[in-house]
Nanobody, 123 residues
């Protein structure tokens, strides 16, 4: 129903910024809640941020609150994750997710996933 493609990952120094993008296929993008998850090497996939299909509803993990901002542009079928003040601990593969239900913080509850984009933060 929806296909997701992430981009914008790369190498960053601690304290710097990156912006991730996730482009979704289909004509019903505005009907989906969107989220970002991340998975560090050897760890479980964890929730980062989510945004509802309605305007302005956002949610963040405590570890990124105040540093990361999720947003969406329905006219472009795109969701963004602006990452500021990056830390070494932010190093992970970042995944875009979509679901037609209210945002959840458990990865298994999300229906559609992108392939991920690597973010590596060095000190």
């Amino acid at each position: 129903q929806v296909q997701l493609i992430e981009s914008g990952g790369g190498l960053a120094q601690a304290g710097d910024s990156l912006r991730l993008s996730c482009v979704a296929s289909g004509r019903t993008f505005s009907d989906y809640s969107m989220a970002w998850f991340r998975q560090a090497r050897g760890k479980e996939r964890e929730f980062v941020a989510a945004i509802t299909w309605t305007s302005g509803g956002t949610f963040y993990a405590d570890s990124v609150k105040g540093r990361f901002t999720i947003s969406r542009d329905n006219s472009k079928n795109t969701v963004y994750l602006q990452m500021n003040s990056l830390k070494f601990e932010d190093t992970a593969v970042y995944y875009c997710a979509a679901d037609r239900t209210w945002p959840k913080m458990t990865a298994t509850e999300w229906q559609f996933w992108g392939q991920g984009t690597q973010v590596t933060v060095y000190s």
